[in-house]
């Protein structure tokens, strides 16, 4: 049997995609090694999303390509492919620079690697057209060994791409336009994963609350409406999606957030910035206080939400006080958790030509201080959470013997002590603890069970 290894960069879209290839691959013979030495097959899934991602990319490829040479030396080859937004958004170019690369597939094309990997035996290929049909009709369904394999929590994907053209973003560029995957199509994947065992399902996409697939009905759901019929799948205890944006809260979404238990207490919902002139500058389409709103009457319809949110510093322009603008944001909103970042020029995006570029030694500073304020911020909502008594939904087990490690509502990681519960259960724990990373708590109640 040949053996396939998949390395995966940036967001969750790549995680599954990246789960996809290996299920395609399975059903050619490929069997997933988390070894790279032992590959005769290395897939790089990767993220063009900063300039930093996109140039580990080179970097792994340097890597990649002694380990080719070394392997050949002993006479077993080794195919190398570049997938996810990079190979979309550099294509040819990568052939140049990394001449030890076989195969280049964009992120709407790996239902093609069968072929592709056919013709690299004579070629070298490279394949990031967007074409017409659906790549997720040409998938192979996941063994449920391989489900059960992943975990008791599962990405799926509903909608791709992004028509909302944020000024310093490359992904209507690399993932194109939005598409939304119609309802059956999610419940018949979200119906094999529970089969599998699968508790958690976080529903996934570049904009996932634009989402307006086609209902059995012919008629357009929204995010919420698809939410309420998920819920009622049988073994499904917990729900989530991501990644959001502000614009696309509507009100049935936010219903959802007060009407369905299985809707965790929790949303990433990035505002990036809380001055409205550099917001307008992203074209956000929403100044700072209508997010501060916006939040407020999430929290009306879920009083328990814990928020999380992506801030990029240092966009072209910004001075100190927009910036002690987004520290104003922060500390009224409050976050649980959090991703930032310093401004990177993406090629092909209108912010890269902006010639007001922010010196990164600025960039530096304005990123540390407010990486403090919300690290504060994570310390203190994690220490809020002692004493509470919380749902825990256990996915493998601890650092110790003994002990099982899981996630809370809030996505915190929690270890508990216990030899009476398995995987997939949702057991209900009183904190007692919180370190700079986990949660440490003891079961006050055995809760729901998975299913044997
Ligand atoms: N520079 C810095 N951060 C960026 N992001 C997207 N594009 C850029 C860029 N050019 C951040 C945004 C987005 C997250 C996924 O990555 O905060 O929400
Ligand atoms: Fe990029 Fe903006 Fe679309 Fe998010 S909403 S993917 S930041 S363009």
Not at 43 to 52: G, Q, S
Not at 137 to 165: M, W
Request: charged share 25%; glycine share 8%.
């Amino acid at each position: 049997m040949k053996k396939v290894f998949v390395k995966s960069y940036g967001c969750q879209m790549n995680v599954y995609d990246a789960e996809r290839m290996a299920d395609m691959l399975a059903s050619e013979g490929y069997s997933e090694t988390g070894a790279m030495e032992e590959a005769d097959l290395v897939i790089l899934n990767t993220c063009h999303i900063r300039e930093k991602a996109a140039e580990k990319v080179y970097s792994e490829l340097g890597r990649v390509r002694e380990l080719k040479k070394e392997r050949q030396g002993q006479g077993q080859e080794t195919k190398i492919v570049v997938a996810g937004c990079v190979a979309q958004a550099e294509g040819k170019e990568i052939l140049r620079r990394a001449p030890a690369v076989d195969v280049v597939v964009g992120p709407q094309n790996y239902h093609n690697l069968p072929q592709l990997l056919a013709k690299a035996r004579t070629e070298r290929v490279v394949d990031t057209e967007f074409p017409i049909e659906d790549k997720f009709d040409h998938l192979p369904r996941p063994s449920k060994a391989a489900i059960r394999n992943r975990g008791v929590s599962a990405f799926l994907t509903i909608q791709e791409g992004c028509d909302k053209f944020c000024t310093f973003c490359v992904v209507p560029y690399t993932r194109g336009a939005e598409v939304s995957r119609p309802v059956s199509k999610i419940l018949d994947e979200a119906l094999r994963l529970a089969d599998a065992g699968v508790r958690e399902l976080t529903l996934i996409g570049q904009n996932v609350n634009a989402y307006h697939g086609e209902g059995p009905d012919g008629s357009v759901w929204s995010l919420g409406r698809l939410l309420h019929r998920l819920a009622e799948i049988p073994g499904i205890a917990r729900l989530r999606y991501t990644t959001s944006h502000p614009r696309d809260m509507d009100d049935e979404l936010i219903a959802a957030h007060r009407d369905l238990p299985a809707l965790m207490p929790y949303l990433h919902l990035p505002v990036q910035s809380g001055s409205d002139r550099i917001l307008d500058a992203m074209n956000r389409k929403h100044t700072g206080d209508e997010y501060r709103r916006l939040i407020a009457r999430i929290r009306e319809a879920q009083p328990n939400l814990a928020l999380s949110s992506d801030f990029i510093v240092g966009f072209p322009g910004e001075t100190d006080a927009e910036f002690e603008d987004t520290m104003r944001l922060i500390a009224d909103v409050g976050f649980a958790s959090s991703f930032s970042f310093k401004y990177s020029p993406r090629p092909g995006t209108p912010a890269a030509e902006i010639e007001t570029q922010v010196p990164e030694a600025v960039k530096a500073e304005r990123l540390a201080r407010l990486q403090n304020l919300l690290e504060t911020q994570r310390q203190a909502f994690n220490h809020g959470t002692v004493g509470q008594t919380l749902d825990v939904l256990l996915e493998k087990p601890g650092r110790h013997p003994g002990q099982m490690a899981g996630k809370s509502p809030y996505l915190q990681a929690v270890q508990i002590e216990t030899d009476s519960h398995g995987i997939g259960d949702v057991v209900t724990v009183r904190i007692t603890r919180a370190g700079s990373n986990s949660l440490f708590g003891e079961v006050v109640r055995s809760g729901d069970q998975a299913a044997a």
